[in-house]
């Protein structure tokens, strides 16, 4: 894209053309400056086909407040609108409807609650509801969903590969495999889930993190393709980055040639007083590679050396080197648990992409508007019940047992406080006869977690660190059950409704179905 | 991201960290301004687990070159490159290095040929090629790729969903599911690839399309939430939009109330001296529903009215829902091929991240450096035969059979030229034993793929408007045999080597493994 271009792209028209039509509706009709409140939650958690994400991470956040901050129908996006035309030829735009755009068309009259970026997070429950004026709130859906999907979608893998990983060193690795720009987003949400650093240096850059990265087959080829070898290759490494000195050792043959040209490098490092850091392992049989990698590196007297893994890896094929190895390195008389210790995962594509489910399915819906003074409750039904969306502004609190585990994520009405209940029923959002109760004394914690975020456009909100998000997420996981962090076919966490709710989502689906 | 670290984080350090370590090595070595030529291909064609690509679609080209005519090492990023440290504390970057980079960090000396954007491109063939001075052809690898391996992946996709959808009108909705800025990325990549428009409006403002876009249920909610209903929204669009009245039917039940209620609408625009646009389904059996709507709208004499299905679509569900309706139509007294015809496909998630195959493998390989005035040819090998590089200078030649299809994609040395071969010997890249032998008068055409883009920084090529990559991508899906674009388990399109290319392969092969 020009540059001169990028301003129109990506500034309040990085949006849906039905958000602006509904807009002028609303206008037309004297609803555009009606508050309005909308929901926005996922539907279900990532399915990678083999394997299920049993909860997310919530991410995205941040870099949305920054876009609304700046989002606002310029001249020049008014008159674009201007120049619109339906199939007859008339303008689809009218001049007092620009006119307001132009005046009003920004996000100073919005109002948000959200859960913080790096929370453990579950389907139907509202990460971000947004109170507004009905034009604005509607035009904000689409690049709020934008915003915030796409992020939650990494940071859940992230936190995937990160456990299956057993907390080892992460790198992300995916800018060239990612969506274009959208790669910035990810990266930062593939360190807020789990990823210590990433090879992205513009990212790093703007979020403070040290960008990390090894050296590329090329540099070995070129050396070749000169004349010399993969031991020059790696001596001319050594002799630049004599302290920082990772060697790949692929690009002929990693037993014959890459590990022994490795550990004579390593060898003349020590002998001058540096310590290498590793090698890095990017394709064949990784497990059985680095079984042997370690051995040798072992006897040469290199035992802290890291071993780095790449090569399409995501959780699934990281549990399987992990069980290969644990099963493996005693015949080659390799300590598995000191292999496993030692190794560093690069993971690009399979991360920065969320292979096997690229996109979260999280939606923007309404849940109410105000009807003379008071708050009107919205309904959408559905063919499918799971899609009926709970109506009304509501809390969401997070239920504790005696362990300390989080047990169940509840939806409640404005009004209400589970602290003030004796017993608190947790209602199946659509299965009448599906509940359970849970006594006070059973519960040790009941936690809000929606916090204020924006109040008519002023930010309330101090914005943590990554650094704060990843302790958020760490300690977030760490207070699941084991089942429900399963990676495959993991324990459903229950999201549930209070009574009270139940009860009013029954009464408004009735209503709808009486009129229709 | 705040504003103003967007030019930190999209500059010229959107790039992996090991790029800059290795141009400062070659810069210490004096090899950073030796000409190295680097191939950019994919290995494979996008497999979507039940369905497979068997061509893709070229895309992305022209939003590379914007970015690379702006990317250089400006003060700022320096700076920061300066104060980054290595594991013992020390600056990774030399000040001698920085300086260069200050001064001589940019793509001026690059030198580019490509495929066209819009063609049909294949696995293993050459799509771009870099010939630049080393250190600045390695620093571009990152964004190059990351320019191009989505695109290339989208338009493949929409391609398939086109085809699938038998050209029938295609409208992009992915904007709230893509990876954030990536959108508009991928928007124009479906443009190019068989969307005919898409929703987004900023890209569409961009590329100078008209963006599209219908109603959304939460309009419906509105009036409902009010005391009204689906009629009192229905009417309320149709008095705003008389002549683009396009409804949503699924808020309250398709065939109870929204088609229904549709209808009542359109005879009212009709009376008032207006032509209706359609219905949108968005959920539910949508070959049971369109067969059903249709019948309604035909018996209310709305026979041209258009029926938009969106939910979840891609080319396997399209073809589904096209045989369930060619099988069932008839027996609700509905003309399949009438229906067929009015459908309008909304397509969303599953295009804009290429579901079921999140990302195309694109690399980017050191082919060649320049050695005392000529060209060495540089080799990778790997454990797998075939991801073992193409060397050298390459032509690229697509050969069409007596019937004007492409009957494969030949790679070459710089010198050699098909159109002088009395017999053209297609060499499998792999397989000694597998070729195939051309005599020419079974050959129409042979036609070379590569155009020059541009020569040390400037820019020779007259860039194509989408619309002429659409047709493009049109006339070369059409030469493709039928085979070749069956949606599941397609026919495999030769890609082959000239026996000159084979036997230097070969040689290079041999000699890294007799070194090592």
Same mark, same amino acid.
């Given at each position: 894209m020009k540059p001169s271009d990028r301003s129109a792209a990506e500034g309040i028209l990085f949006t849906d053309e039905y958000q602006l039509t509904m807009a002028q509706l609303y206008y037309r009709m004297g609803l555009h400056e009606r508050l309005a409140q909308f929901d926005h939650f996922f539907r279900s958690y990532p399915d990678y086909g083999s394997h299920q994400a049993g909860y997310c991470i919530n991410a995205g956040l941040e870099w949305l407040l920054d876009w609304m901050k700046g989002a606002r129908f310029r001249h020049q996006d008014v008159e674009y609108l201007r120049g619109q035309m339906g199939r007859t030829g008339r303008r689809i735009f009218d001049d007092d409807f620009l006119a307001w755009l132009r005046e009003n068309g920004t996000f100073d009259g919005v109002t948000m609650r959200a859960i913080p970026e790096g929370r453990v997070v579950h389907p139907n429950v509202p990460l971000t509801v947004v109170q507004g004026p009905l034009a604005m709130a509607q035009i904000l859906e689409t690049s709020l969903l934008n915003h915030l999907n796409y992020p939650t979608l990494i940071a859940t893998k992230a936190a995937r590969i990160h456990e299956s990983g057993r907390g080892r060193l992460l790198l992300e690795f995916g800018l060239r495999r990612a969506q274009e720009r959208g790669a910035n987003a990810g990266a930062r949400a593939a360190l807020i889930g789990g990823a210590d650093f990433t090879s992205n240096v513009g990212v790093s850059h703007v979020l403070g993190y040290p960008p990390k990265g090894t050296h590329a087959h090329s540099m070995v080829q070129v050396f070749m393709a000169l004349g010399q070898d993969e031991l020059d290759a790696f001596r001319a490494y050594a002799d630049v980055y004599p302290d920082d000195c990772l060697l790949l050792v692929d690009t002929i043959d990693t037993l014959e040639s890459g590990v022994p040209n490795a550990i004579r490098v390593f060898e003349e490092l020590r002998r001058a007083g540096h310590r290498p850091v590793g090698i890095r392992l990017d394709s064949g049989d990784l497990a059985y590679l680095s079984i042997r990698a370690a051995k040798m590196l072992d006897e040469a007297g290199f035992p802290e050396a890291s071993i780095v893994l790449s090569n399409q890896l995501d959780e699934l094929v990281i549990w399987q080197i992990i069980t290969q190895i644990e099963k493996e390195a005693p015949r080659y008389g390799v300590d598995p648990d000191r292999l496993i210790g030692r190794l560093v995962y690069g993971v690009g594509t399979r991360l920065i992409t969320s292979q096997g489910a690229s996109a979260l399915d999280g939606v923007y819906k309404l849940v109410a508007v105000q009807d003379g003074g008071a708050w009107a409750p919205a309904i959408k039904l559905s063919e499918t019940p799971e899609k009926t969306i709970n109506p009304g502004d509501k809390h969401v609190w997070r239920v504790y047992d005696r362990r300390g585990k989080a047990t169940a994520d509840l939806l409640g009405l404005d009004? +209400?406080?589970?602290? +003030?209940?004796e017993h608190i029923l947790l209602h199946h959002?659509? +299965?009448?006869t599906t509940y359970r109760t849970l006594a006070r004394d059973e519960v040790s914690e009941i936690e809000p977690l929606l916090v204020d975020v924006v109040r008519e456009g002023e930010l309330l909100y101090d914005l943590p660190s990554i650094e704060d998000m990843r302790e958020r997420r760490h300690a977030d996981v760490e207070r699941l059950d084991s089942g429900v962090k399963r990676l495959i076919n993991p324990h459903i966490y229950h999201v549930s409704l209070t009574e009270r709710l139940w009860d009013l989502k029954q009464e408004l689906i009735e209503a709808v179905k009486g009129d229709s």
């Amino acid at each position: 894209m020009k540059p001169s271009d990028r301003s129109a792209a990506e500034g309040i028209l990085f949006t849906d053309e039905y958000q602006l039509t509904m807009a002028q509706l609303y206008y037309r009709m004297g609803l555009h400056e009606r508050l309005a409140q909308f929901d926005h939650f996922f539907r279900s958690y990532p399915d990678y086909g083999s394997h299920q994400a049993g909860y997310c991470i919530n991410a995205g956040l941040e870099w949305l407040l920054d876009w609304m901050k700046g989002a606002r129908f310029r001249h020049q996006d008014v008159e674009y609108l201007r120049g619109q035309m339906g199939r007859t030829g008339r303008r689809i735009f009218d001049d007092d409807f620009l006119a307001w755009l132009r005046e009003n068309g920004t996000f100073d009259g919005v109002t948000m609650r959200a859960i913080p970026e790096g929370r453990v997070v579950h389907p139907n429950v509202p990460l971000t509801v947004v109170q507004g004026p009905l034009a604005m709130a509607q035009i904000l859906e689409t690049s709020l969903l934008n915003h915030l999907n796409y992020p939650t979608l990494i940071a859940t893998k992230a936190a995937r590969i990160h456990e299956s990983g057993r907390g080892r060193l992460l790198l992300e690795f995916g800018l060239r495999r990612a969506q274009e720009r959208g790669a910035n987003a990810g990266a930062r949400a593939a360190l807020i889930g789990g990823a210590d650093f990433t090879s992205n240096v513009g990212v790093s850059h703007v979020l403070g993190y040290p960008p990390k990265g090894t050296h590329a087959h090329s540099m070995v080829q070129v050396f070749m393709a000169l004349g010399q070898d993969e031991l020059d290759a790696f001596r001319a490494y050594a002799d630049v980055y004599p302290d920082d000195c990772l060697l790949l050792v692929d690009t002929i043959d990693t037993l014959e040639s890459g590990v022994p040209n490795a550990i004579r490098v390593f060898e003349e490092l020590r002998r001058a007083g540096h310590r290498p850091v590793g090698i890095r392992l990017d394709s064949g049989d990784l497990a059985y590679l680095s079984i042997r990698a370690a051995k040798m590196l072992d006897e040469a007297g290199f035992p802290e050396a890291s071993i780095v893994l790449s090569n399409q890896l995501d959780e699934l094929v990281i549990w399987q080197i992990i069980t290969q190895i644990e099963k493996e390195a005693p015949r080659y008389g390799v300590d598995p648990d000191r292999l496993i210790g030692r190794l560093v995962y690069g993971v690009g594509t399979r991360l920065i992409t969320s292979q096997g489910a690229s996109a979260l399915d999280g939606v923007y819906k309404l849940v109410a508007v105000q009807d003379g003074g008071a708050w009107a409750p919205a309904i959408k039904l559905s063919e499918t019940p799971e899609k009926t969306i709970n109506p009304g502004d509501k809390h969401v609190w997070r239920v504790y047992d005696r362990r300390g585990k989080a047990t169940a994520d509840l939806l409640g009405l404005d009004d +209400e406080d589970p602290h +003030e209940m004796e017993h608190i029923l947790l209602h199946h959002p659509t +299965e009448y006869t599906t509940y359970r109760t849970l006594a006070r004394d059973e519960v040790s914690e009941i936690e809000p977690l929606l916090v204020d975020v924006v109040r008519e456009g002023e930010l309330l909100y101090d914005l943590p660190s990554i650094e704060d998000m990843r302790e958020r997420r760490h300690a977030d996981v760490e207070r699941l059950d084991s089942g429900v962090k399963r990676l495959i076919n993991p324990h459903i966490y229950h999201v549930s409704l209070t009574e009270r709710l139940w009860d009013l989502k029954q009464e408004l689906i009735e209503a709808v179905k009486g009129d229709s």
